[in-house]
């Protein structure tokens, strides 16, 4: 018989202006309601990456969807849990901390800088784990980080970091409501992403998220379960797995300044009404993943031979400024290239998209970099082996691809228009590639040759 936890857990949104301002809600951390909303959302765009079919493998082929797939939210407890494996930026994680809960940890051993964000760049390395084997559903130990992401058993997480000095410079630990899976068990069912409320059953009340093809369990009447019941291809042993004396803050949504009209899912750029965080979040993602198959050498041409490896290949930030800028243009529903207003160092990539190809935005945004990134693989007259792009490259569909693999480029910002017909997609690079006589970026092992002011996150130099 499960044990239940008789709280009320709401998914934390903030206002972007409010991040890093904000003291922390759940005590006993120096966690910021920022860095837990950042934390949620690139958790559950691991989720939201299955179950709209662009989740890769090592041969980037994609993963099954899953059925009965829901979305996270916080856990004060769990969080508190996560910071007790962060303390003085340990090496490795200390199992002893915790033998319920399944546990993300992530050291940062660089003695010349300390990252930004420890805990972002270690989620997004647990999501990148995808494309360490052949797509499965199936839990593997190489990506035992990955897997507790995805797991269907999973509905809570709280996360916390440390950043000192010395030779381990930050560490990042994620805490999961459920137990760590083991070899044979399945990291969820596959099947159909949610389409109607009544596809949500594991656990109700719940509705169906359209957009994201989760399922949302309604947690203002019904309790999160500590003990899940398990799958066929789980195991059946039950346990508690949450106290029942832990509190989950549950704070009110700050809609200030908030120009979308649904503020939950415009938090990265509030400024920015007509856009929102999944857009936003598809657009980094897939930007970033390409950029380190690359770096890594992954990347093939039309006649088969891959590219080389890149050393000095940066992580992309996304900028809401470039975004700005780029749903304009893309509002116009016009294929013109026109730099007109635009910072000299500022470049776009534009696609149309037609709606047979794609339903939602979201959708959109990942057809047109798939199809800009292709062009490296489908074009003949195409960047050499010394990767220079040349004056006969300025007008050839090569350029899409050489823009986004553009080394030096730190910054992008997509926009997303509904048009006629289908989805005018925009997106802005900064500072911008293609440039003539130029090397797209610079061979030798990633990270060899990291700009000045980033750090190594393998195989991409991120900005500190």
Not at 8 to 30: D, E, K, R, Y
Not at 243 to 259: D, E, F, I, Y
Not at 408 to 415: E, M, N, P
Request: glycine share 6%; net charge neutral.
């Amino acid at each position: 018989m499960s044990i239940i936890e008789t709280l009320a857990v709401i998914i934390l949104v903030f206002s972007h202006s409010q991040w890093g301002a904000l003291a922390s809600l759940c005590n006993g951390t120096i966690m910021t309601d920022g860095q837990r909303n950042v934390a949620l959302l690139r958790t559950s765009a691991g989720r939201f990456d299955l179950e709209t079919g662009f989740l890769p493998d090592n041969a980037n082929k994609f993963y099954a969807t899953a059925k009965n797939l829901y979305d996270v939210v916080w856990s004060c407890e769990l969080e508190a849990i996560a910071d007790k494996f962060v303390q003085s930026c340990p090496t490795t994680a200390n199992a002893n901390l915790s033998e319920k809960h399944a546990i993300n940890f992530k050291a940062f051993p660089y003695n010349s800088a300390i990252p930004s964000s420890p805990l972002s760049n270690a989620i997004n390395e647990w999501r990148e784990q995808s494309a360490l084997t052949s797509a499965t559903n199936m839990y593997r130990p190489e990506i035992k980080e990955f897997s507790n992401i995805i797991n269907e058993a999973t509905l809570a997480i709280g996360c916390s970091e440390q950043k000192c000095g010395g030779g381990i410079v930050a560490s990042a630990a994620c805490a999961f409501q459920q137990p760590a899976l083991r070899d044979g068990q399945a990291m969820y069912e596959i099947g159909s992403p949610c389409a109607s409320d009544a596809d949500c059953t594991l656990h109700t009340p719940a509705t169906c998220n359209l957009d994201d093809r989760l399922c949302v369990l309604d947690i203002t009447t019904t309790p999160i379960p500590t003990t899940l019941a398990p799958t066929s291809s789980q195991s059946s042993t039950s346990e508690p797995i949450l106290s029942t004396t832990a509190t989950v803050h549950s704070p009110t949504t700050t809609t200030t300044g908030n120009a979308h009209v649904n503020p939950e899912i415009n938090q990265i750029c509030p400024g920015n009404g007509k856009m929102n965080d999944r857009i936003r979040m598809k657009a980094i993602d897939m930007h970033n993943y390409r950029r380190s198959q690359l770096a890594k050498g992954d990347v093939a041409k039309f006649n088969g031979n891959k590219l080389p490896r890149a050393a000095n290949m940066i992580k992309l930030r996304y900028d809401c400024e470039l975004e700005k800028a780029a749903f304009a243009h893309a509002a116009t529903c016009s294929n013109s290239n026109s730099d007109q207003g635009l910072s000299s160092d500022i470049k776009r990539n534009i696609q149309m998209v037609l709606q047979s190809t794609a339903t939602y935005r979201v959708d959109a945004i990942s057809e047109a970099i798939k199809a800009w990134w292709k062009q490296i693989r489908v074009q003949t007259q195409a960047i050499g082996m010394a990767v220079t792009f040349k004056i006969h490259h300025v007008d050839l569909p090569i350029r899409f691809f050489t823009m986004m693999a553009w080394a030096t480029t730190s910054r992008l910002g997509c926009g997303v228009a509904s048009c006629s017909g289908g989805f005018f997609v925009v997106c802005h690079y900064q500072p911008g590639g293609n440039v003539v006589n130029t090397q797209v970026y610079a061979p030798g092992d990633p990270c060899s040759n990291c700009p000045t002011g980033t750090y190594c996150v393998s195989p991409l130099c991120s900005a500190v």
